[in-house]
């Protein structure tokens, strides 16, 4: 599969999907939006891929946003368009895929870079990272989820600020929020994220995606997450890392999922 806006490295059971437009900051362009739902496709397909790293090229962006050249033209069907293709390919496509997915945001994560971010399982930030919402000073509201999930991660109150300022928050005040669980040194940053990577692979690849879909269980209109919560539990004891992951512990070794 070749790309001309991401990179995409596989080793030792971890894809590293890097957004690969440095000059624009990581901007997401139509392209990049196609390329990213490929990606993701193609590394929750892979059964060698236990878990995948989200990040951008440089030393600057993560993503500085949606690419405002492409859409600065649009009508209101268009807009709308935009928003609506853009969640289904990418921010609920990732959100929802059952391969842990870690953002390592190492700089500018703005308005749908943010929004990418947030969409991700987990996020962790270099020290340099500055996020936010800047969408309202360019006269539109976030469209990739962001009015949905910020709120979810530092609660309603802050996400009204953030978004209604158009403010930035650096990565510690993202730490204290809530919004980021790491942050480390720059040229630390991969290496954190392949060590929390390596944590997870240790545990059952099957009760991880079962977990994922519990968790976003509560987020879903017309789900209830503790019926969810049943349902997932019960089929997890139909499966072989069940039999593995129980026999492991009863005959004191380590399980091999
Ligand atoms: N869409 C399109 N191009 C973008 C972009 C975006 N969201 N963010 C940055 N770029 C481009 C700039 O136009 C510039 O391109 P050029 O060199 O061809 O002129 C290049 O990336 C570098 O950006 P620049 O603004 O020169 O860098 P900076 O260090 O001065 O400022 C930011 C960095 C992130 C503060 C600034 O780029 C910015 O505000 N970006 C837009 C953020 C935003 O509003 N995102 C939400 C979009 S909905």
Redesign the pocket.
């Known amino acids: 599969m070749s790309f001309q806006n991401i990179l995409v490295t596989k080793e030792n059971s971890i894809a590293t999907i890097t957004i690969n437009r440095p ?3 990581n ?1 997401l362009n139509r392209a990049t939006i196609d390329e990213l739902h490929n990606a993701f496709t193609d590394a929750d397909e892979d059964t060698n891929v236990r878990v995948i790293i989200l990040t951008g090229s440089g030393e ?2 993560f993503v ?6 492409e859409f600065a033209d649009f009508d209101i069907d268009e807009g709308a368009k935009l928003a609506k293709k853009g969640q289904e390919l990418v921010f609920n496509f990732i959100e929802n895929l059952l391969t842990p997915v870690i953002a390592a945001v190492n700089g ?1 994560a ?3 870079g943010l929004e990418l971010a947030m969409s991700c399982h987990f996020r962790i930030a270099s020290d340099n990272a500055r996020m936010g919402l ?2 309202v ?2 006269g ?1 509201i976030p469209g990739y989820g962001g009015t949905q999930r910020l709120p979810q991660l530092i609660g309603k109150g802050k996400a009204m600020e953030l978004i209604m300022t158009a403010g930035m928050i650096s990565a510690e005040e993202a730490l204290a929020n809530g919004l980021v669980n790491h942050v480390t040194k720059l040229e630390d940053l991969l290496p954190l994220a392949q060590k929390i990577a390596s944590k997870i692979m240790r545990n059952s690849p099957n009760a991880i995606g079962a977990a994922i879909k519990a968790v976003n269980a509560n987020y879903k209109d017309g789900l209830n997450g503790y019926d969810a919560e049943i349902e997932a539990f019960g089929n997890c004891f139909g499966t072989n890392d069940f039999i593995e992951g129980t026999s492991a512990f009863l005959e004191k070794r380590k399980a091999n999922f």
């Open positions: 000059s624009k900051l901007a600057k962006a500085a946003g949606a690419d405002i050249s500018f703005l308005g749908g800047p969408e000073s360019l539109v």
